[in-house]
């Protein structure tokens, strides 16, 4: 994991349990604090979700990238090789 995703996880959380401690604080009865944490919590979860996904998008791309660049320096190494013989 790198740091700047550590730094990433660690703000997200913070700022969960931020809103969590607000809500629990809050002058709201239990039940509608309950309620509000409940769809606060699945409004992350569906973010998180999403975001993950995009990263597995993005990953993909460039897993593609990376195999077409390999393809063309393979092809242009063996020019070179073909050239120099």
Not at 54 to 81: C, H, M, T, V, Y
């Amino acid at each position: 994991m790198t740091t700047r995703s550590k730094i990433a996880l660690g703000i997200l959380g913070a700022a969960a349990a931020g809103v969590v401690i607000g809500l629990l604080l809050a002058p709201d009865k239990g039940a509608e604090t309950r309620k509000k944490i409940k769809k606060t919590a699945g409004g992350w979860a569906e973010s998180l979700s999403h975001l993950f996904d995009r990263g597995k998008e993005e990953i993909e791309n460039l897993k593609e990238k990376g195999k077409a660049f390999k393809a063309k320096a393979e092809d242009k190494l063996s020019e070179a090789q073909k050239s120099y013989s």
